[in-house]
């Protein structure tokens, strides 16, 4: 190990999430260690079913929870957040991602851990335009976003805490992609949501995709050889959206036409689906505005730092979106009767 750290127990918080399950799972391969995972007491914990590790149900807002977690642990990784593009109450997203996490810095600080891992997002240097691929050097572009305004302002937040001896490293994982998605996430839904129209929209966009298992992996490298106060962008395969929905296609074998489709064109719709959610559902839009300009700005990255500093893996995207429709499929995500029968789920093959 790069980084010589003498461990003996080690927290995660959000460890019942996509990305976080993935990294405690690699965690209690790699290490003999404990592991502790901090979670919301309404958590779906299905990602860690039989697992070994100890559950701690607690909120990253509440500081007597935040103080109980961080207890007896040397290294911390912090992936709890809220990821999201609309919410009825958008301020959550200000309690959780940026004053949690000053309460967790500071609880860090307070015990001495040796070292944290913080989970920002590559919308601290994303949306540079849709012929410019963003680095760790890129300055911030997405401040219309209310969810990357808060990951910009707790990404500073680790390098201020950096600087002043915390020994952190930030991570910035790009858009993930993979099995045990449950919520899904906005990238998930993509392929979960894909054939359920006769003709799949293809968005006029580009984005850096990463395999989540890649993606964990790269956060326990960069507790093992990242250098502190440093970012790392943790990505593999820059890709249009139509082109995406053709590859995942070949993986399922099914054939739809792929329109794609200006994201300015979907503008009225966006605006639409978000009034009926602020007024009458209270539940996500299927769009907002904000993300389609968002698409307009690109999402395009170069991860060779972490690639080449940490060896950051990289499996083919081919592999990544049928284990990820596997483990839709078998969770009841997708209920395409010809998908299912492929992917060998009978339980999925009675849902009508």
Same mark, same amino acid.
């Given at each position: 190990?790069?980084?010589?750290?003498?461990?003996?127990?080690?927290? &995660?918080?959000?460890?019942?999430?996509?990305?976080?399950?993935?990294?405690?799972?690699?965690?209690?391969? %790699?290490?003999?260690?404990?592991?502790?995972?901090? #979670?919301?007491?309404?958590?779906?914990? !299905?990602?860690?079913?039989?697992?070994? @590790?100890?559950?701690?149900? +607690?909120? !990253?807002?509440?500081?007597?929870?935040?103080?109980?977690?961080?207890? /007896?642990?040397?290294?911390?990784?912090?992936?709890? =957040?809220?990821?999201?593009?609309?919410?009825?109450?958008?301020?959550?997203?200000?309690?959780?991602?940026?004053?949690?996490?000053?309460?967790?810095?500071?609880?860090? @600080? =307070?015990?001495?851990?040796?070292?944290?891992?913080?989970?920002?997002?590559?919308?601290?240097?994303? /949306?540079?335009?849709?012929? =410019?691929?963003?680095?760790?050097?890129?300055?911030?572009?997405?401040?219309?976003?209310?969810?990357?305004?808060?990951?910009?302002?707790?990404?500073?937040?680790?390098?201020?805490?950096?600087?002043?001896?915390?020994?952190?490293? !930030?991570?910035?994982?790009?858009?993930?992609? +993979?099995?045990?998605?449950?919520?899904?996430? *906005?990238?998930? %839904?993509?392929?979960?949501?894909?054939?359920?129209?006769?003709?799949?929209? /293809? @968005? #006029?966009?580009?984005?850096?995709?990463?395999?989540?298992?890649?993606?964990?992996?790269?956060?326990?490298?960069?507790?093992?050889?990242?250098?502190?106060?440093?970012?790392?962008?943790? /990505?593999?395969?820059?890709?249009?959206?139509?082109?995406?929905?053709?590859?995942?296609?070949?993986?399922?074998?099914?054939?739809?036409?792929?329109?794609?489709?200006?994201?300015?064109?979907?503008?009225?719709?966006?605006?639409?689906?978000?009034?009926?959610?602020?007024?009458?559902?209270?539940?996500? *839009?299927?769009?907002?505005?904000?993300?389609?300009?968002?698409?307009?700005?690109?999402?395009?990255?170069?991860?060779?730092?972490?690639?080449?500093?940490? +060896?950051?893996?990289?499996?083919?995207?081919?592999?990544?979106?049928?284990? =990820?429709?596997?483990?839709?499929?078998?969770? +009841?995500?997708?209920?395409?009767?010809?998908?299912?029968?492929?992917?060998?789920?009978?339980?999925?093959?009675? &849902?009508?």
């Amino acid at each position: 190990m790069d980084k010589q750290i003498d461990i003996k127990k080690i927290l &995660v918080t959000g460890g019942a999430g996509f990305i976080g399950s993935h990294v405690v799972k690699i965690l209690l391969d %790699r290490y003999s260690v404990p592991v502790r995972v901090m #979670h919301l007491p309404r958590d779906n914990m !299905i990602n860690l079913e039989g697992l070994d @590790v100890e559950l701690f149900a +607690g909120d !990253i807002t509440n500081a007597d929870d935040v103080k109980a977690a961080v207890a /007896g642990c040397d290294v911390v990784f912090h992936l709890a =957040a809220v990821y999201a593009l609309w919410l009825p109450d958008m301020s959550v997203m200000d309690k959780v991602n940026v004053q949690g996490t000053k309460k967790l810095f500071d609880e860090c @600080v =307070a015990q001495g851990v040796t070292r944290v891992i913080y989970t920002s997002s590559f919308a601290r240097f994303a /949306g540079q335009g849709m012929d =410019a691929t963003c680095d760790e050097t890129s300055p911030f572009a997405l401040d219309y976003s209310y969810y990357s305004k808060t990951k910009y302002e707790s990404h500073r937040m680790a390098e201020a805490y950096a600087k002043n001896g915390l020994d952190i490293v !930030i991570v910035n994982p790009v858009c993930p992609l +993979g099995p045990g998605d449950y919520g899904p996430t *906005p990238t998930g %839904r993509v392929v979960a949501d894909a054939f359920e129209l006769p003709v799949i929209v /293809g @968005v #006029h966009t580009e984005s850096n995709y990463i395999d989540v298992r890649d993606c964990a992996m790269g956060h326990v490298l960069a507790l093992e050889k990242g250098r502190s106060g440093e970012s790392y962008i943790l /990505g593999n395969e820059n890709m249009a959206h139509p082109d995406l929905m053709k590859v995942l296609q070949k993986v399922v074998g099914i054939r739809r036409p792929v329109v794609s489709v200006k994201p300015g064109a979907l503008l009225p719709l966006a605006h639409l689906t978000e009034a009926v959610a602020k007024y009458i559902t209270g539940q996500p *839009p299927f769009m907002t505005p904000v993300e389609l300009k968002i698409s307009q700005a690109g999402l395009i990255a170069d991860a060779s730092k972490a690639k080449n500093e940490l +060896g950051l893996p990289s499996r083919p995207i081919e592999e990544t979106l049928f284990d =990820a429709v596997q483990w839709f499929v078998a969770n +009841g995500y997708i209920k395409n009767k010809a998908i299912c029968r492929k992917f060998a789920v009978p339980v999925a093959l009675n &849902v009508q």
